[in-house]
């Protein structure tokens, strides 16, 4: 084969694969520049969702108790994902002596955080799992899925017995820990968490990310 023959044919094969590879590539770029406007617009809506809350938190030092838990109110009716961090700010314009408001606030609060939970939670499978040849955990599992229940939790709440095995099999587990899809699922790993602290305070439930969607519309608590 002459020497031209080898080049042509290796130009060629090279056209080939670059007209494949363009396609591929094209679809790769277009994607993450979508993922980069979105994460953009999202930054975006949250900087703005900052600013008019703290333009109305500005205006707390001058209110009254009652337009205090207005304002509890309506950040958890508005602002939605901003409800876990507005009683700090609004305990931080009351007077330290002033324990009667501060109280109707917290119960205010508490109420609020409490809709969303059993609202965010409701559309979610909650699984827990323990270690089977431990009666405590057992124990423990049912008592929190009694709890739950009371508490108003709607969700389907299921019972998952391990082996010792099986746990040990899963990642980095020390302690008894929440896993839940990070970047699909925050929202309500952290209410689970919230609402966790409150029925069963007994025990810390950490978050950890499970890694992967492989249990869609499920968030774990693994006991151990």
């Given at each position: 084969m002459r020497k031209i023959d080898v080049i042509d044919c290796i130009s060629g094969i090279i056209g080939a694969l670059g007209s494949a590879f363009i396609p591929v590539f094209l679809f790769i770029y277009t994607q993450n520049i979508e993922e980069q406007n979105r994460q953009l617009q999202l930054a975006q809506e949250t900087q703005n969702r900052q600013l008019q809350i703290a333009q109305m938190t500005s205006q707390l030092y001058k209110a009254d108790c009652q337009q205090k838990v207005d304002y509890v109110t309506f950040i958890s009716t508005q602002f939605p994902e901003d409800i876990?961090?507005?009683l700090p700010v609004v305990n931080s314009y009351l007077k330290v002596s002033d324990k009667k408001c501060e109280d109707k606030v917290e119960k205010e609060y508490n109420k609020q955080i409490r809709n969303k939970s059993i609202q965010e939670l409701e559309n979610y499978e909650?699984?827990?799992?323990y270690i089977q040849e431990y009666t405590e955990l057992q124990e423990m599992a049912t008592s929190i899925r009694n709890k739950l229940e009371n508490y108003g939790v709607t969700s389907k709440i299921?019972?998952?017995?391990?082996?010792?095995?099986?746990?040990?099999?899963?990642?980095?587990?020390?302690?008894?820990?929440?896993f839940y899809e990070k970047g699909v699922e925050d929202q309500a790993g952290k209410?689970?968490?919230?609402v966790l602290s409150k029925i069963y305070p007994q025990k810390v439930f950490k978050l950890q990310d499970t890694g992967n969607s492989s249990s869609k519309n499920a968030i774990s608590i693994m006991l151990k």
């Open positions: 876990s961090s507005t909650i699984r827990i799992y299921n019972m998952y017995p391990k082996s010792q095995t099986w746990f040990n099999k899963q990642i980095l587990l020390s302690n008894s820990v929440i209410l689970l968490q919230n």
